[in-house]
């Protein structure tokens, strides 16, 4: 029978803490460029005569298949290799692409570089977990993974902030006497500074030592890929009682996150009659303060329940339900400032399920496929988030139940969707582990 795989006598490895760090500002780095496009839409349109549908695709779609694809090769990586030199030759590739994609001058380079980046980022997190998991005790988890989740928060408020001054500064002519840039459209120089500031901190992580694997580990070096597929496969069905409750919060939390990210600058524009840009600049600093505030009192309170030997995943299903109730609310509210603090209650409780995901995983996989395992389960959060986060809100917007196809009820129904659904299988889960383990 399936139980929690670890080691109560884990202890924490030499420069764990610098070790999660520097894994959380190379993932920063990641979404500094995925949040960046957001911000040259309009100049690369205007510059390739692209439509909407073709930008569509370049933001998610070919990113995304390019980040799915390289999840499972990672995991095996992970579980084989020096987790930093594959991490770190990962992290170079990208800021690579990044620099290659600021070159580009044509529809092609521009998709074949995004799926390049996408194929370097989708390394990042598979073999961040598996150092984490080596790294840090069981009970000191929660907190290790809220900061690494921390990333997505700053990498895109330094992308608006740090990415619209460059943006600024080379459409003034500030780097007119640099001999690459001197050729480059503002937004090519930007991207290209982006890729150029990733290299150094790519190899950071070389300074810290890779964490000693547990004892069992040598089980996961043996045989081929594909026979390592079949035992993972085989793992996964064998245990499916708990992986596939995991398997089924992580996503739907995925996915509301998504659902939120998409539409709600545009459904809060709608609804308070506001333009774009007098949203966007609040919504970011709201963003900000609530979600960076909210995941690490979050982490910090499943720290506490995990030293209790206690699942955490009620906390974050919990918090997913809440940030959905706040989100949804917000739409019904008479006045604006009731909107706002709505959505600054819903934005607080946003991406506390992805560390309660995360600490379960850990705890769940045996040492020696952690890598593997991982992969399988950011895949799925990956694939459902983009696929389904973005599209659920339109879709149920069209439903006759919804009035006149309103996009801001069709994000109210889509976030309490998904929060309901994760929150069951998180109890589901948690009741079964207290099972198995006792």
Not at 96 to 107: A, Q
Not at 120 to 139: K, N, Q, T, Y
Not at 407 to 426: D, E, K, P, Q, W
Request: hydrophobic share 55%.
């Amino acid at each position: 029978m399936a139980q929690f795989t670890d080691d109560h006598h884990h202890t924490e490895s030499r420069g764990a803490w610098r070790l999660v760090v520097v894994l959380s500002l190379i993932a920063t780095f990641a979404f500094v460029d995925r949040a960046l496009l957001s911000l040259v839409v309009q100049p690369i349109k205007a510059a390739l005569h692209l439509p909407d549908v073709t930008m569509s695709l370049l933001f998610g779609l070919t990113f995304a298949v390019g980040y799915c694809i390289s999840n499972l090769p990672a995991g095996y990586l992970a579980d084989r290799m020096d987790r930093r030199v594959v991490l770190s030759f990962a992290a170079i590739c990208w800021a690579i692409m990044t620099m290659i994609f600021g070159l580009s001058s044509g529809v092609t380079q521009l998709f074949l570089c995004r799926a390049g980046v996408g194929l370097a980022e989708g390394v990042i997190s598979p073999v961040a977990f598996s150092l984490i998991r080596d790294a840090i005790p069981p009970a000191r988890r929660p907190l290790a993974f809220s900061i690494f989740s921390l990333a997505p928060i700053f990498g895109a408020t330094i992308s608006l902030v740090a990415g619209g001054f460059l943006l600024k500064a080379a459409g003034a002519g500030a780097f007119r006497a640099w001999m690459i840039l001197s050729a480059l459209a503002p937004w090519q120089a930007t991207f290209f500074l982006v890729g150029v500031a990733g290299v150094p901190v790519s190899l950071l992580l070389l300074a810290v030592p890779e964490p000693p694997r547990h004892p069992d580990h040598i089980a996961g070096k043996t045989g081929s890929a594909g026979k390592d597929l079949a035992i993972v496969w085989h793992y996964l069905v064998n245990h499916g009682r708990l992986f596939v409750p995991l398997f089924v919060f992580c996503s739907m939390a995925a996915t509301q996150n998504f659902a939120v990210s998409a539409w709600l600058p545009t459904a809060l524009a709608r609804t308070l009659a506001l333009e774009p840009q007098d949203v966007g600049p609040r919504l970011g600093l709201m963003t900000f303060v609530g979600s960076t505030l909210g995941i690490v009192a979050g982490g910090w309170m499943m720290a506490r329940l995990a030293r209790r030997g206690k699942s955490v995943l009620l906390v974050g299903g919990g918090a997913g339900l809440l940030s959905a109730m706040g989100i949804a609310t917000a739409f019904f509210t008479p006045s604006h400032a009731g909107t706002w603090a709505c959505v600054q209650l819903g934005l607080l409780f946003m991406g506390i399920s992805y560390t309660a995901g995360a600490s379960t995983l850990s705890r769940l996989a045996p040492p020696q496929l952690m890598g593997r395992l991982s992969a399988v389960y950011v895949l799925a959060q990956t694939a459902a988030g983009y696929a389904l986060g973005p599209l659920l809100v339109p879709t149920l917007a069209a439903l006759p139940l919804v009035k006149n196809g309103d996009l801001a009820m069709g994000l109210a129904a889509s976030v309490m969707l998904c929060g309901v659904i994760a929150f069951v299988s998180g109890w589901i889960l948690q009741r079964r582990i207290g099972r198995t383990t006792t």
